[in-house]
């Protein structure tokens, strides 16, 4: 078991930043890729941005440029850096662990989430 804590969130206006970061209870999994998924109100949960154990990053259109994923092996955290926030960013983010095979998940650990509002 795999236990991931957000924090980070809260309300700016448009164009502020703010850093998201999730502490993993743990670590030392060979092949992982953690990930930033959010959920607006009546819409679908969407990968943000994600980030594998061989540092290959991914991020979806609406981000790039914008935020930037990392992680922290020694601290077993990872992080967003969300720039330049539009409202439409507004959704609750949550952080993702996703424990690889050969050829398939494993196992899929989330977050509690934490709310993010940016004001127009």
């Known amino acids: 078991q795999v236990q991931l804590a957000e924090s980070g969130g809260g309300l700016v206006q448009a164009g502020e930043s703010l850093r998201l970061s999730c502490a993993a209870s743990?670590?030392?999994?060979?092949?992982?890729?953690m990930g930033w998924y959010r959920q607006a109100p009546g819409k679908q949960r969407e990968l943000v941005a994600s980030?594998?154990?061989?540092?290959?990053?991914n991020y979806a259109n609406s981000v790039k440029g914008r935020f930037t994923i990392s992680r922290d092996n020694a601290k077993n955290t990872l992080y967003l850096q969300m720039n330049s926030l539009k409202p439409e960013d507004t959704a609750v983010y949550y952080c993702?662990?996703?424990?690889?095979?050969?050829?398939?998940?494993?196992?899929?650990?989330w977050g509690q989430g934490t709310q993010v509002t940016v004001s127009s």
């Open positions: 993702n662990l996703k424990i690889m095979s050969w050829s398939s998940v494993l196992d899929d650990y």
């Open positions: 743990r670590s030392g999994f060979s092949i992982n890729t």
């Open positions: 980030i594998t154990n061989g540092d290959t990053t």
